[in-house]
Structure formats: structure tokens, C-alpha cells
């Protein structure tokens, strides 16, 4: 990007130091696709009797990589496997020219690697509907080979960056049989999108053996928790990747493992924040808790209707407990709600319920914790046991002047 | 509202002239109901056999005053009507108070005016979950009911703004079995809503006889292809409401009439258009055609999804022809589409066909048409007859200015 973007001031206070996974090594060039003076290239191998999950964006629009990683999923698992990504262009939009760069990448990936074709997934992200220069990626396979390091994954987590303002990363361990498993992740994405449609990757490592369709039901289920939830600006990327590679080399079966998932949910759930973190212009992080909703997916419904509306996250930029435009986004969202059922709470503060303010309602309560970093906001829709929680970020003049003041 | 706003720089150059409207008279008083120094209530009494067809918000926690006129639509038409509408307050969600001041205010209208309390139809604009000062209405009824002419209807249309930067209306006359017929409408709205869901109302008059159901059918029509395709935020207020009135006091029977029916199309798509005009910080009014859809309703649903697509509007304030966002906008709206079959056009110049930007593009040709203050993009889908136009505005600092930087 020619503009230099200035850290989140909700950005964590560092990378996090991440364990090593072992069955797996990272690599990261400077090819030059696009950015100059930085990586913008990374390589991740695995061990053969890896299994990898994944899930992906539902544009119909989706990038040539989304659809080959797509096609390959679920295959044999006793070859290994490799990763490459490159940051700068999205290789999305591209016709039939896409699919040529995707061939060309995963066949070099292949030679240098040992890896089959089948077994090389690739994801691209940056500007869309300009040919990917994938001859500047090939050229520079051999020397990703040799610089495959296990302890090089903050590299890789750098090099996928785009209007990312940090890299992102987040870990967990736990003891299974008496032996550690880790898992570590790194993704990008400034929301759900990010100009030129900059595109959310998410990457995580596991030692732990994990049969494949086991691997992938978990990864559907803890998705729709994590990164489902979340949301910048309700636009839809056409490359989101979601990878979760089970190298096995710790030895440890964790399929089924209730400790694992939850393991595995914590740096989901990590990292989807850390998105939202970093979301275009944001200042406030938010997480919106919705309950007594008639289902589930009514509950996530209202969430999201909250977590979309500009009006809301307006307000919430402005420091305003314009508790109004959360009736609106609510009354608007196409899941059941009353109005004389409802009740909204900013953190402890009950604003309004039986479809009115609140008797004890004190505005300047309310104002001082529209004040913090962090808002709670919470619906109860007193129709049933129907819950979600979805978390999302404000509306400010930095979303505004990321995405129109500067030319992409 | 505390700040005053710029009239927008896409309004029209002045008020049009409305024609008078046989069987309808307006008044306008200033009640004092929030805004000081101006009028803010609105009284329009129709004669004897008076039609009223009505289009209303579909929101859940849709206002008091929005229940209390679905209750009534559709009744007996013998008895003249009446329409008082109030700005700065919207009585929404306002519980049983809320019931309580409409029948306060229909009561009263009822007794100045003469017209039956199942006959009188309110409307409520500004700030939500405040009690309605209704007594401050009340007391007005008198000066109203004496200030009826038929010849001010430019003044109901100042009176019912609210965050609006000018004054909304729209006329059209046609000629039938020798007799000329009169259509005059007048609207609120600063798209679908404004700092307190300030509401879309929309009122439109005519002298020609029409039987309610013709006329309700007519309404619900056109509506589909004017009010409902127009957006600015994606939000929805609680309260907007479209009502049209025949008061049949021309003596000219235009149940049926396609060419009435032309006109009614011509003042509803005009008002529509200028409530866009007039939507938060717009700076751009932007048509989006989008034709050979699977189907009308998926045209709608992509047209919308970009209209909606914040990447898409900061691109349009930033007068950058993105057309990589038009294509992520199409690929996350749900309806059918083909990546490979796709066209984009902003105004005749074509920008992408066949998955991939097309060879004669020139980003220059775009680029100035992007200058413009007027801007219509094309899609063609390439995969059936389906077609529809949505209108909206761009994304702009005005917009955050107006919702985050001041309290509402």
C-alpha cells in the first residue's frame, strides 16, 4: 500500500511468543509481487500423515487459490503437505489467468518440496483483477526451501500482511496422555475485507494427530463461533482462507478430544478478535452478547444486524449510548423480536426494557463506559434460550479515509 | 437538531411549484415539540370519499403511530380524513405511552376537524424513546384547523423535516376524458434514516378518484420499483410511512388508467430520488442498472448489495472507479451469479467482461465519469431476462460527521 497505516491503538502490545509445532517449518521471501522492501511471500511444510480442514468464503466471485484449495481438501494425507502464500495481489478476477498462476505455483511448490500437486494449497491476497506476476514467486521457491526454519512462523504471519497495522498470531498447549500438543495461528485481515479486498487468511498448526473429517466438523463447528461471529463492515471478501493443518508429530491422537477443542477454540477465538482489532479505522472494540432469542440463529441474526448497522457503530465512535439504533438495527434484522420483551444493556448498565427507557436509567452511567476501548452491549429478547455473541468495531473517519481518500 | 446542516449539493435548484389538489387543504404550526423557532406539525384534511392506499416500515419495533395507521388503512372512505404528522419526536418505542399519545392527538384532530378518530392518521419523526409531548400538539389544533388552505402544501413540507437539508416535493397533472387530474407529494427522510431514526415519510395527494384497493394495489406497485429501491445505509427506520390519498374531488374516475398510473410513477420516483439526494454527507447520486439477473428479484438483490456495500460507497467518495468492489459486492449478495459470465460498466464505458477486465479499458475513460455528481454503474449478469434499477448515495466524512461527531 503506498500509505503507511499507524498501529491499531487496539493492537495487542507484541507478537506473541508462539511454541513450536513440531511437523512443521516456515519460510518467508521478499519477491517483490507488489510491495518492495518487505516479505511478501511465505512457505509452510508439513509432515507426511497431515490432515488439513478448511473453510472459505462464500462469494460466488471467490479467487482461482479458494477454488483449488477447495478441490483438494479431504485428499490423501501420506505425502504431506505445503502452504504458500503471497500478500499484494489477490489473484481474484482474473479469468482464466488465474488458474495458469495457480498451476504454476503449485507445480514449483511441488518440485522444490517433494510435496505432490494435490497436496500444495495456495492462497493470494491484495489487489484484485490484475494478473498475478507468479514468475517472481517461482524463482524464488529454491531459497524458501532452504530457509525452512520450525521457529520462523512470526516471518510467515508478517509476510501475509497487507493493510494489516501487526501481525497476528495466538497459541495454546495442552497436555493429552501425559504428552504436550500445541497449536499456533497466525492470520490477516483488517475485517472482513480490506481495500482492494485485502482478504482475511487464517493459518493454524497443530502436533496433535487429528483424523481429517474429525478435523473439519471441528473446524465448521468452532468457526461459527470464532470467525463467523465477527464482522467489520458486512462486505465479503473473495479469498477468505481458513486453514487448520493436524501435523501428528507429537504423536498424540486428538480426535475427539474435549480439551483439544477447547484449546483449538481459544486461538479461533484469539485470533477473529484480533481481526476485528484491526479493523479499517477502528477505535472501540465491541462485543455484542445476544440472548433470550427464539433460536440460536436468530440470536447470531440480531447480532450481526447490530454489529452491520452504520448507525450503530457510528454512534458507538461518537461515544453515544444511542441505545435507539440498537432497537432499530433489532426491529430490522428479520429475526423474531417484541418490543415490550426486549432489554438492552451497555456492560451493567440496564438501559431499556418492557419497550421503554429503563426507570433507573441514568444517561452519564451509560456515557462513561461508551467512553472505554471495550463496549459490552447486551439484548435480551425474552422469547427463549436462543444465544450468540458477535463482536465488531466502530464506524470513524478512518474507515472513511482508508477506503476513499486514498487511491487503492 | 443542535447542529445545522449544509443544504446538500445535490438538491434541486428550489421548492417545485405544486399545483393546488382538489378535496385537500394543509396546515402548519409550530408546537414547539423539540425544534424552537420553526414549524413542526403538519395537518392535512381531506374531503368525503377520499381514498388512502399506505406502504409502511417492516420493522419489528416499528412506532405507534405506524401500528395505529395499519389498523385503520382500508376503512370506510365516506367520511372525509385527516393526516397530522409531527417532527422531533417519533414516539417509538415509547410502550403504552406511545399508544396513549396517538389517541390523544387522533381524539383531538378528531374534534377539530370533524373527520371520525378512525379516520385520522398520524405520523411521528425525530428522537426515539422519549415520551411524545402530545399536550403541545393538542393545544395547536385550533390555529391548525383554522390555517387550512389548499394552497399549502410547501409548508407541511417544511414542517415535517427533521435532519433534512431541504424541503422535498414532486407534482404531475394528466389529462382524462378531458379533465385534468392532479398528483402532489411531499416527503421526508434522509435516506432510510437519520441521527434518532428519524424516518422516510412520504405523502402524496390527488384529486382523482380511485377505488382503495386499485389504489392500494397501484401504491404497493410502484413502491417496489421507486421507495423500495432506494437506500442509503442499509439501516431501516421505525417509523417510515407512504401514504397516498385520492380525494376524488376532481370528479374524474382513474381506477385503472395506465397513464395516471405513469404519473403517480413519475412523482414517486422523483421524491425517492430526492430523498437519496438528500442522504447524510452524500456528495454522489448513483444509479445502479443491473440487467440480465436469473431473475427481477435477484437484479434487486445484487443492485442492493452494491448500493448497500460500504467498500463500494467510500470508493465512489473517493470518485475511484473500483470496480473490483462491485464484483466482491456481487459475489456475497446470496443471488445467482457467474464470475465468467459477469459485465460491468460505469456509465458506456465497460470496465470487465468474461471473469477478467475488458481489453479496451482504459482507467483514465472511468475515472473522469467518476468525477461526475451523477454516476451510474451497469451489471449484467448474463444469465437471464431479469432486471432492476436501485438508486443510493456515496459514503462520505459528512455521513460519520452527522451520526458520530455530534450527540443526536
Not at 512443521?24 to 507488489?34: N, P, Y
Not at 481474484?92 to 504454476?104: E, L, R, W
Not at 466438523?217 to 458486512?234: K, M
Not at 479499517?280 to 455484542?288: D, L, N, Q, S
Request: charged fraction near 20%; charge should be negative; glycine fraction near 8%.
Amino acid at each position: 500500500m503506498a500509505q503507511s497505516l499507524t498501529r491499531s491503538p487496539l493492537a495487542p502490545a507484541s507478537f506473541p511468543d508462539l511454541p513450536i509445532v513440531k511437523g512443521v517449518r516456515f519460510a518467508s521471501v521478499a519477491a517483490g509481487v507488489k510491495y518492495q522492501n518487505r516479505t511478501d511471500v511465505m512457505l509452510a511444510l508439513m509432515a507426511p500423515g497431515t490432515t488439513i480442514a478448511g473453510a472459505f468464503t462464500q462469494s460466488l466471485t471467490r479467487s482461482a487459490p479458494v477454488r483449488d484449495c477447495q478441490a483438494k481438501l479431504g485428499d490423501n494425507s501420506q505425502d504431506g503437505a505445503a502452504i504458500l502464500v503471497n500478500s499484494g495481489n489477490s489473484n481474484a478476477f482474473t479469468g482464466h489467468f488465474g488458474q495458469t498462476s495457480v498451476a504454476q505455483i503449485t507445480s514449483a511448490v511441488a518440485t522444490a518440496t517433494g510435496v505432490p500437486e494435490a497436496r500444495v494449497f495456495t492462497a493470494s491476497t491484495g489487489v484484485i483483477g490484475e494478473p498475478l506476476p507468479h514468475d517472481r514467486i517461482v524463482v524464488k521457491l529454491g531459497e524458501l526451501a532452504d530457509g525452512l526454519s520450525d521457529t520462523r512462523i512470526n516471518d510467515a504471519a508478517d509476510a501475509i500482511m497487507t493493510t494489516d497495522t501487526f501481525a497476528k498470531g495466538a497459541s495454546a498447549q495442552v497436555e493429552i496422555d501425559g504428552q504436550t500438543v500445541s497449536i499456533a495461528g497466525i492470520a490477516k485481515g483488517s475485517g472482513m475485507i480490506a481495500p482492494d479486498m485485502a482478504t482475511m487468511l487464517v493459518y493454524i498448526f497443530t502436533d496433535a494427530e487429528v483424523e481429517q473429517q474429525a478435523l473439519q466438523a471441528l473446524l465448521t463447528s468452532i468457526c461459527n463461533r470464532t470467525f463467523n461471529c465477527i464482522t467489520v463492515d458486512s462486505d465479503t471478501s473473495t479469498s477468505d482462507t481458513l486453514m487448520l493443518c493436524a501435523t501428528g508429530a507429537a504423536n498424540v491422537d486428538a480426535t475427539d478430544d474435549a480439551q483439544f477443542a477447547s484449546a483449538l477454540e481459544t486461538v479461533m477465538l484469539d485470533l477473529s478478535h484480533q481481526v476485528v482489532r484491526d479493523g479499517e479505522g477502528a477505535t472501540k472494540f465491541v462485543e455484542i452478547q445476544v440472548t433470550g432469542a427464539a433460536s440460536d440463529s436468530d440470536a447470531k441474526i440480531h447480532g450481526l444486524s447490530i454489529a452491520n448497522s452504520p448507525l450503530v457503530k457510528t454512534a458507538i465512535a461518537g461515544e453515544d449510548p444511542n441505545w435507539g439504533r440498537i432497537v432499530m438495527a433489532i426491529g430490522k434484522s428479520g429475526a423474531a423480536a417484541d418490543r415490550d420483551l426486549l432489554s438492552i444493556s451497555f456492560g451493567d448498565v440496564l438501559v431499556a426494557e418492557k419497550g421503554w427507557v429503563s426507570p433507573d436509567y441514568r444517561e452519564e452511567d451509560a456515557a462513561i463506559l461508551m467512553k472505554q476501548d471495550e463496549i459490552t452491549i447486551k439484548v435480551d429478547l425474552g422469547l427463549g434460550a436462543g444465544h450468540a455473541t458477535v463482536w465488531t468495531c466502530d464506524l470513524t473517519h478512518g474507515y472513511i479515509q482508508i477506503n476513499a481518500d486514498y487511491r487503492s
